[in-house]
Structures are given as C-alpha cells and as structure tokens.
C-alpha cells in the first residue's frame, strides 16, 4: 500500500519550455539561407566570402548556445532542491 506524499515532499516541477529556446533556431536557419552568402566578395585573408562566413557561422552557433544555456539554468536553490528530491528514494531505501 502506497502512502501519498506530501506536498513539500514532491519534486519540484521543471520546465524547459524558456522562450530562450527559441533563440536556438538562429544557427540552424541562418546556415540554410544560402542566397544570403552565396557570392565571392568581400573576400578574408584571400578566401572567399562564402567559406569565411561559414566559420561565423560556427561562432554564431557557439555564442547563442551559450546564451540560451546561461539564461535558461536553474537557480542554485532550485538546484539544491532537485538534488534533495533525487536523493530521497537512496536514503528512504529505494522506495
């Protein structure tokens, strides 16, 4: 027979439904514009528009995926607490 638990007992409720998230669409889109970097010119070190903007491109995915990650973590006390909540069934035995 299984005991309801309390509510201070649950888990508290995560959400990865940020708007942040959205953020995430830019690299992924960007790249797939083509006719937006399809030319030659202005050319970088000798190389060609087309390949040097593809390497911003890569920048572009590291910055906005290093800005959703830190807009979009949780705080240190809803961390606390989920660890507590993962704990809890190893010292209640399992359960």
Not at 66 to 89: E, F, H, I, N
């Amino acid at each position: 027979m299984s005991t309801p638990e309390s509510p201070a007992a649950a888990p508290p409720r995560r959400s990865d439904r940020s708007p942040w998230n959205w953020l995430l669409i830019v690299p992924v889109v960007v790249p797939l514009l083509v006719p937006l970097y399809n030319h030659r010119d202005p050319e970088l070190f000798g190389w060609p528009f087309f390949y040097w903007v593809q390497l911003v491109f890569v920048a572009l995915g590291v910055v906005t995926t290093g800005l959703v990650y830190r807009m979009t973590r949780r705080s240190k006390a809803d961390q606390a607490v989920s660890a507590r909540a993962a704990d809890r069934p190893a010292r209640d035995g399992g359960r």
